[in-house]
Every structure is written in structure tokens, then in C-alpha cells.
């Protein structure tokens, strides 16, 4: 019952900073982890990266690690994916998902997640 809306994705060139938004509709995900995944063009989507439930613990992919930053505010039922140091590589659709239990973050497959956004386009352009 949960909806997931993404928001702030655009054209960024190489180096540069976005913050991508997901928020909640149709009930609070103030008890549930959240995750980030991407898909680029002709490849299958990857994680980026996690949120425990109280955004105390975060888990990233090996690629977006150190540049990637995953917060929260419950209070507004928004995540956050800020994103610098931004390449090329990094051009995708990204969307936001809930996990289906409150536990084990590192978990990186797509069954690990059960509701998805529609998604956003990040372009880095070289």
C-alpha cells in the first residue's frame, strides 16, 4: 500500500553534485530499511546502497563508496541519496525500494525488496 516517488534526478556534468528524493506515500516507512538501486542503459540493475530504519547504519555498493551518501527524515517519510564526485558510469535510472524485513541491510538482490519507485534519470555527462 506503501507508493515510492523519486525526484531530482538531471543532466550533471562529470565531478559534479545531485541529491536524489524518495518519498513516501500511503503510509510511514519510519520502520522499514530502504534501498537504492540503478539501472543503466542495456544492464540489469544494481544496488547502491541501504538505510537501516532509524538511518544509524548504512551499507553501499563497492562503485559508490565514498561518494554516495544515503540519509533520512522520517518526519517528512523522505530518503536521500546524495551523490558527488558523480562519472559518467554513474549515468542511470535510479530507483528507491523498501526492504522486506527490518534486518540485514547488506543484503544486496532485488527479492530483498518488495515496493519500487517509478525511478529518476541521472545523466553525467563527460
Known amino acids: 500500500q506503501v507508493q515510492l516517488v523519486e525526484s531530482g534526478g538531471g543532466l550533471v556534468q562529470a565531478g559534479g553534485s545531485l541529491r536524489l528524493s524518495c518519498a513516501a506515500s500511503?503510509?510511514?516507512?519510519?520502520?522499514?530499511?530502504m534501498g537504492w538501486f540503478r539501472q543503466a542503459p542495456g544492464k540489469e540493475r544494481e544496488f547502491v546502497g541501504a538505510?537501516?530504519?532509524?538511518?544509524?547504519?548504512?551499507y553501499y555498493a563497492d562503485s559508490v563508496k565514498g561518494r554516495f551518501t544515503i540519509t533520512r527524515d522520517n518526519t517528512k517519510n523522505t530518503v536521500y541519496l546524495q551523490m558527488v564526485s558523480l562519472k559518467p558510469e554513474d549515468t542511470a535510472v535510479y530507483y528507491c525500494?523498501?526492504?522486506?524485513?527490518?534486518?540485514?541491510?547488506?543484503?544486496?538482490?532485488?527479492?530483498?525488496?518488495?515496493?519500487w519507485g517509478q525511478g529518476t534519470q541521472v545523466t553525467v555527462s563527460s
Open positions: 538505510i537501516s530504519w532509524g538511518g544509524g547504519v548504512t
Open positions: 500511503g503510509r510511514t516507512f519510519s520502520g522499514d530499511n
Open positions: 525500494a523498501r526492504k522486506r524485513s527490518a534486518t540485514y541491510i547488506n543484503r544486496e538482490t532485488e527479492s530483498e525488496y518488495d515496493v
